[in-house]
Nanobody, 120 residues
Framework: QVRLVESGGGLVQPGGSLRLSCVAS????????MGWYRQAPGNERELVAG??????ANYADSVKGRFTISRDNAKTVYLQMNSLKPEDTAVYYC???????????????WGQGTQVTVSS
């Protein structure tokens, strides 16, 4: 069984910072693209940032210059969030494209989500 476990969410004041972490575990053969999505109440889930296995990152326009995505091995991805705004409030989900033991092709996996609230 494959799991993505996020941590690092919480309550922060506007202008503050948080760092999210996501660790993939299980019978993983290879990890490909990984990323972070978010969903605010009443909104669709949207891509925040993604990173390839080679370390190439892309960002939503709304977070460019404030958020940084990184990965320190094949199975762990981070999201450093600085200069947080109230509109960044959402549940943040980790996403990973993984090939697992017994599977012939990679598949998409999701974490359970972690709440980020930006408020004074």
């Amino acid at each position: 069984q494959v799991r993505l476990v996020e941590s690092g969410g919480g309550l922060v004041q506007p202008g503050g910072s948080l760092r999210l972490s996501c660790v993939a575990s299980g019978w993983i053969v290879s990890a490909h693209d990984m990323g972070w999505y978010r969903q605010a109440p009443g909104n669709e889930r949207e891509l925040v940032a993604g990173i390839t296995s080679g370390g190439i990152a892309n960002y939503a326009d709304s977070v460019k210059g404030r958020f940084t995505i990184s990965r320190d091995n094949a199975k762990t991805v981070y999201l450093q969030m600085n200069s947080l705004k109230p509109e960044d409030t959402a549940v943040y989900y980790c996403n990973a494209v993984l090939r697992v033991v017994g599977a012939s092709t990679p598949k998409n996996y999701w974490g359970q989500g972690t709440q980020v609230t930006v408020s004074s």
